[in-house]
């Protein structure tokens, strides 16, 4: 069976932290850092069960139980690398939103708050992050950890969410308003007037497959049912630190799609001028 080669892409993510943190860098740099990474979460995450067989064997170490069955894809790889690279990643993708090199869009200022807000609280509060330590129910890190994790997954219902109003708000497309849209399976078709072109559209409706269909985004919903509908033991204690890193790892990935596909600030203005001129 191969091996995953995790320490190997850490080292990459480090030499990455660092250009990033030491200097300003060009959009076309920003651009080929995000394509390179963009293509590393599909390969490593979303493609790959490995990491994700590692998080369960450790909530399960940590009282949580996913009615799941994975299989790694390939050699089983430890909690130390599994982490060192989520924890990695997560500071990646962290130091290009804060910077701004991605997704900037106005419409979605909201998105940006929250995933700007969890990289300062998780960098003001290691419990976030931290793998080694349980919390009981009577503890504040077990309610913050939680909290946390539910916001972060609300973005996907959010974004919907957003093209909806929009898309209904100045008639670019006649859509029939429901109270049950799915990010993975309804965003694409509902925000069709959104994207740069119908290639874009293709290709980002050939992302929500990818993510779909992959055991990380389908353990990350099983856990948020889990935390929504199971019984907590009042005796045990639980930990879902590097659940959270993935979470957001998949969140800043679509975000990194949006970016590539979704019109620009003033493409969307355009848009919608031109559209309101014609009504």
């Known amino acids: 069976m191969n091996d995953l080669r995790l320490p190997e892409y850490s080292q990459k993510i ?23 990474v963009a293509n590393m979460i599909d390969d490593l995450i979303l493609r790959d069960s490995t990491i994700s067989y590692r998080l369960n064997m450790n909530l399960v170490k940590n009282n949580r139980v996913l009615d799941i069955d994975i299989k790694p894809t390939k050699k089983i790889v430890s909690t130390k690398d599994t982490h060192e690279f989520l924890y990695l990643l997560k500071t990646l993708l962290s130091l290009m939103s804060i910077k701004n090199y991605f997704f900037n869009l106005y419409i979605y200022s909201e998105i940006k708050m929250i995933v700007n807000y969890y990289i300062n609280k998780s960098s003001k509060n290691k419990y976030y ?23 972060l997954y609300s973005i996907f219902d959010k974004l919907m969410f ?17 109270d049950n849209y799915i990010f993975t399976k309804d965003f694409d078709t509902v925000s069709m007037q959104l994207f740069k072109t119908t290639v874009k559209k293709l290709e980002f409706a050939d992302y929500l497959k990818v993510l779909n269909r992959s055991v990380s985004f389908h353990y990350i919903r099983k856990l948020r049912n889990n935390l929504e509908h199971w019984f907590t033991d009042p005796k045990s204690k639980y930990n879902i630190s590097l659940e959270t890193e993935l979470l957001f790892v998949l969140v800043a990935r679509t975000l990194i799609q949006m970016h590539r596909d979704l019109k620009n600030d003033q493409e969307l203005l355009k848009l919608i001028k031109l559209n309101q001129f014609n009504k």
């Open 129 to 151: 992050d931290s793998v080694n330590e349980r919390f009981a129910i009577n503890e504040l890190e077990f309610h913050d950890q939680i909290l946390m994790f539910k916001y």
């Open 14 to 36: 480090k030499q990455l932290i660092k250009i990033i943190k030491n200097k300003k860098i060009k959009q076309t740099e920003a651009e080929d850092i995000l394509f390179f």
């Open 162 to 178: 957003i093209n909806v109003f929009i898309v209904d708000k100045y008639n670019l497309k006649s859509i029939d308003k429901k």
